[in-house]
């Protein structure tokens, strides 16, 4: 298999765990020390503490889909470009429809785990989108 085919079949399953409401499906893809950021906030690192974010954005969104637009190939990183829609019909949910695009640069090990995985997203049209309707 071409290592294009790899990356894009890596990013396909990235975007299968983040929308299958189990959280441990996407820790599951990290290296046991690995470590995913988000917007440059405080990084989460391990498994439990990455099931954790993953825990919050599908309690948040329960219908929440994740799919894999694009898998760039940089030099030392890939860099998976998404777009996750979903309803906040979560606790203290807003009821509104989000629908927004970003993007991780991720590091993978030998053995195909992410080391490290930095997002990012536009906040602002993300909080945004999530205002209650007037």
Known sequence: ??????????????AEAWS???P?????????????TINGNQPAIG??????????FMSTFPDLD??????????????WCWTMRGTNSGPDGSGRIIDI???????LDLHGLIISADGYYDEADFNRQLRPID
């Open 20 to 22: 299958s409401q189990l």
């Open 47 to 56: 498994r439990a503490a990455i099931a954790e974010v993953a825990l919050g």
């Open 66 to 79: 994740v799919q894999c637009d694009q898998v760039i190939v940089e030099e030392k990183a890939i860099k």
């Open 24 to 36: 441990t499906k996407v820790a599951d893809m990290f290296s046991p020390e690995g470590y995913i």
């Open 101 to 107: 695009s970003g993007y991780e640069t991720i590091v």
């Open 1 to 14: 298999m071409l290592a294009s085919q790899l990356y894009d079949d890596f990013g396909r399953r990235y």
